[in-house]
C-alpha cells in the first residue's frame, strides 16, 4: 500500500469524524464508535420523549461538554476546585455545598442510577431526557408553547447555584444567553435537523441585561455587574419579598428556582386553584428547588390563613403559558372533596380577589359564575379575567372543580346594589335606557309594593346577546326564592306572575356584544292570597351540625313545607311541621345552605320565602340534640369528607326519651386511627 493512499485513508477517516458548527467554527469530537452511541442515544430521547423539542438536548450537552462523555479522573480535576461534571449532559454528582447536585436530581427523577449516568453516555442522556420531559409534563406545558418557555425546566436541571444573589443570576443568564445562541445558529440546526428556532434574546432578557450579556468587556463589584456605556445588571431573578400584598399574610419565599420574572408583561388574570393537598404541605414543597411550581399566596381552610410565597410581581409557575399575566391563590383540600370550600374559604378568597383585581385593574363583573366541572373548560381570557385553572388554555388540570360554588364566589365579589321599586306599578328599564346596555353590566331589582300580594311582569321589547347575557327572574325578594324565569335572545317573553308579592330580578351580561335590552311594565295585586307569605325568616341554635330554622306564622296556616339544599345541590329535602319553626340535623360543617319556606292554609298553598346560612366549623366542643329524631353525619355532611384532627362530643337527648337508638346507613373512617365512640348517657 502506497504512503499516498495510507494519507488518503487517514483524510478520509478524519473527515468521517462528526463535527459540530458554532457561529461558524467547527470542532471534532471523541472516537467515532462513541459519537454513534450518542447520536443514536439523542435520537431515541425524542421517540421515548416526545414532549422535548428536536435539538434542545444537543444544545444543552453542546453547551455543557461539546457533546462530549465527560469521565473525570483525579487527575483531571479543575485546579479552581471546580465540582466535576460527567457524562454528555455535564452533570454533577458533588456540588461542594455550593452547585446543586444536578446528576442526584436526574437520577431520582428519571429513575436510572448515578453509576449508569456516570459510566454509559447512552445512558446519561436517557435519564437527563427522562427527567426533563417529567418536570414538562408536571408543569403541564403546552405543545404549542414557544422554546424560550423551556427555559424554567432547565434551569431547574442546571447544576448553578439559586439566583437570588446577583451573580449567581448573571452566571444563569449568561448560561441561557450562550445556549440560546447555539439554539439560534443555522448552522447548528442543520447539523442536528433541527427546526428554525429563534429566541428573541433581546425581548427575553430586556434591553438592559442583553447589553451587559452581549457585551465584550463588563465591570464588576460586590453589588454591580456593567459595562463601558453605562448600562447596569439588573437581577432578574430575585429572591421576592417579603411582599406582604394583603394584609394579615404571612411570607414564606418560595425558593428562587420556582419562579421568574414576569419580564414586563402585565397582569391581567386571577387563578383559583385547589392544591389537590394541604396548606403547610404546599408551603414546604414551593420551597422544593425542585418543584418546578409555586403560585403567589396559598390559603388554608379551616381558619382562613393566607401565606404569600412569590410577589405579585414575579412570575409564579401555577398555570403554564398564562403565567406571565396571571396572579394564582392555592386553596388547600381536594377537588372531590367540597368539605376543604369553608365559608372562610370563599369569604378570605372573595376579598384577596377584590384587592388583586383593583390593584390591576381586573373588571370584578369578569369573575365566571357558571358552573363547575370535573374537565379542563377553557374559557375566554377576554370575558374571565377571575376563572379556575381549568378555565385557562391549553391546561390538564381541571381545578377547583365541580364543588367549588362560582356563583356564591362571584356574589360576594360582585355584591349586588339592588334598586328597590316599592310602587304598585311602574315601568323596568335594562341599565342602558334607550340605548344598548354595556359590556359586564350587572343590575338588580326588587319590586315589592306595600301589601302586595302578586306582582306581574310584561314585556313591550325583549333582546339580549343570546346564550351570553342573562335576565334571572325569581318570585321572591332574593336570589335564594324560587327561580321563575331565566330570559335570553330575542323572543318576547310571557307575562310573568311573582305571587309572594316580591320579584327580585338580576341582570348580567357578558364582556363583548351588546343588545337594546327590554322595556317591560310591572303591576300588582293587593287582594288578600288565601294563604301568604311567611316573613321574618331567622336561624338560631346554630353548630356544626344542625340549625333551627325559625319564622313569622301565616295567619290561616294548619302546616308549613319547609326545604334545604346545599348550595350545589339540584335538588332539595323537604320537611312538613304544624310550628314555626323546624330543627334541620345531619348537616355538614361550614357549608352555605339555602332554605325556603311556604303555608299551607285549608288547601292552599302560599308562595315560598327564602333565605340562607352557613354553619359553624367544629371544635372541641360538647354539641347537644334535643330533638326525638333526625340525622346524625360527620362534619363533611353528605357531600365531603370530615377533616382531620377533629375532636368533638356529640349528645342526643331528646327530652323524656327512655332510650335512643343510632342506625347506620354509611360508614367509613380510617382504620386504627379514627375512632367514633358511643356511651350509653350523658357524658364520656
Not at 369578569?366 to 385557562?392: A, N, Q, R
Amino acid at each position: 500500500m502506497s504512503k499516498f493512499l495510507l494519507l488518503r485513508i487517514f483524510l478520509i477517516s478524519f473527515l468521517l469524524l462528526p463535527s459540530y458548527s458554532v457561529f461558524g467554527v467547527r470542532f471534532f469530537t471523541q472516537s467515532y464508535d462513541e459519537d454513534q452511541v450518542i447520536k443514536q442515544a439523542f435520537d431515541n430521547a425524542y421517540v421515548d420523549h416526545p414532549r422535548i423539542p428536536k435539538g434542545l438536548l444537543e444544545a444543552i450537552s453542546y453547551s455543557k461538554t461539546h457533546i462530549k462523555h465527560l469521565r473525570p479522573t483525579p487527575e483531571s480535576q479543575s485546579c479552581m476546585g471546580i465540582p466535576a461534571a460527567y457524562g454528555v449532559m455535564g452533570l454533577v454528582l458533588d456540588g461542594k455545598d455550593y452547585f446543586r447536585d444536578n446528576l442526584k436530581l436526574v437520577a431520582e427523577l428519571s429513575g436510572v442510577s448515578e453509576q449508569q449516568i456516570m459510566s454509559d453516555p447512552a445512558d446519561n442522556i436517557r435519564a437527563y431526557a427522562a427527567a426533563l420531559e417529567k418536570l414538562i409534563l408536571e408543569a403541564e406545558l403546552p405543545t404549542t408553547a414557544p422554546l424560550e418557555d423551556y427555559d424554567q425546566f432547565i434551569m431547574a436541571l442546571s447544576e448553578l447555584p439559586a439566583r437570588s444573589e446577583l451573580h449567581n443570576d448573571f452566571a444563569m443568564n449568561s448560561f441561557l444567553y450562550e445556549l440560546f445562541g447555539f439554539i439560534n445558529d443555522p448552522n447548528f440546526q442543520q447539523q442536528h435537523d433541527m427546526p428554525a428556532y429563534f429566541i428573541n434574546t433581546r425581548t427575553y432578557f430586556g434591553d438592559n441585561n442583553y447589553e451587559i450579556l452581549s457585551a465584550n468587556r463588563l465591570y464588576s463589584t460586590d453589588s454591580t455587574i456593567s459595562d463601558d456605556k453605562g448600562n447596569t445588571y439588573e437581577n432578574s431573578y430575585r429572591q421576592a419579598g417579603p411582599c406582604y400584598e394583603f394584609p394579615g399574610v404571612l411570607w414564606v419565599a418560595a425558593d428562587p428556582s420556582n419562579y421568574s420574572s414576569r419580564n414586563g408583561t402585565a397582569i391581567t388574570h386571577l387563578t383559583i386553584h385547589t392544591m389537590q393537598g394541604t396548606y403547610a404541605g404546599a408551603i414546604s414543597w414551593f420551597q422544593n428547588p425542585s418543584a418546578n411550581v409555586s403560585a403567589h399566596y396559598c390559603m388554608r381552610s379551616s381558619d382562613g390563613q393566607v401565606t404569600q410565597q412569590v410577589c405579585e410581581a414575579d412570575k409564579a409557575w401555577h398555570v403554564s403559558n398564562s403565567n406571565p399575566y396571571a396572579v394564582g391563590i392555592e386553596h388547600d383540600g381536594y377537588v372531590d372533596d367540597p368539605s376543604w370550600y369553608t365559608d372562610i374559604t370563599y369569604t378570605t378568597s372573595a376579598a384577596m380577589a377584590i384587592d388583586i383585581a383593583n390593584e390591576y385593574g381586573m373588571p370584578l363583573l369578569e369573575t365566571y359564575d357558571g358552573p363547575g366541572s370535573t374537565s379542563v373548560d377553557p374559557i375566554s381570557d377576554g370575558c374571565f379575567s377571575i376563572k379556575g385553572h381549568g378555565h385557562f388554555p391549553n391546561q390538564t388540570h381541571y381545578d377547583p372543580g365541580a364543588l367549588w360554588d362560582w356563583n356564591r364566589y362571584y356574589d360576594l365579589i360582585n355584591p349586588a346594589n339592588t334598586t328597590n321599586h316599592t310602587s304598585c306599578s311602574g315601568t323596568l328599564l335594562d341599565p342602558g335606557g334607550a340605548g344598548n346596555y354595556s359590556n359586564n353590566d350587572r343590575a338588580t331589582h326588587l319590586i315589592q309594593p306595600s301589601g302586595a300580594s302578586s306582582i306581574t311582569l310584561t314585556f313591550n321589547s325583549f333582546e339580549l346577546e343570546t346564550n351570553y347575557d342573562y335576565l334571572y327572574v325569581y318570585d321572591g325578594d332574593n336570589h335564594d326564592a324560587p327561580l321563575i324565569a331565566t330570559l335570553n335572545g330575542n323572543s318576547l317573553p310571557s307575562p310573568i306572575t311573582a305571587n309572594s308579592g316580591s320579584m327580585y330580578l338580576d341582570f348580567r351580561s357578558d364582556c363583548g356584544t351588546t343588545s337594546p335590552g327590554w322595556d317591560a311594565d310591572w303591576t300588582c295585586s293587593t287582594t288578600p292570597s288565601a294563604c301568604s307569605t311567611p316573613t321574618n325568616l331567622s336561624v338560631s341554635n346554630l353548630s356544626p351540625f344542625f340549625a333551627r330554622l325559625n319564622w313569622d306564622a301565616v295567619p290561616g296556616a294548619s302546616n308549613y313545607e319547609v326545604r334545604i339544599k346545599w348550595s350545589l345541590d339540584a335538588s332539595w329535602t323537604v320537611y312538613n311541621t304544624s310550628s314555626t319553626s323546624y330543627d334541620v340535623t345531619g348537616l355538614g360543617s361550614s357549608s352555605f345552605y339555602i332554605w325556603q319556606v311556604k303555608a299551607s292554609c285549608g288547601g292552599n298553598d302560599g308562595s315560598y320565602a327564602a333565605s340562607n346560612f352557613v354553619t359553624d366549623m367544629p371544635t372541641v366542643i360538647n354539641y347537644i340534640e334535643n330533638t326525638c329524631s333526625g340525622s346524625f353525619q360527620d362534619s363533611g355532611g353528605a357531600q365531603g369528607n370530615y377533616r382531620n384532627n377533629e375532636d368533638y362530643v356529640y349528645t342526643i337527648a331528646p327530652v323524656s326519651a327512655t332510650d335512643v337508638t343510632i342506625s347506620f346507613n354509611s360508614f367509613d373512617i380510617e382504620a386504627n386511627y379514627d375512632y367514633l365512640d358511643i356511651f350509653d348517657g350523658p357524658s364520656a
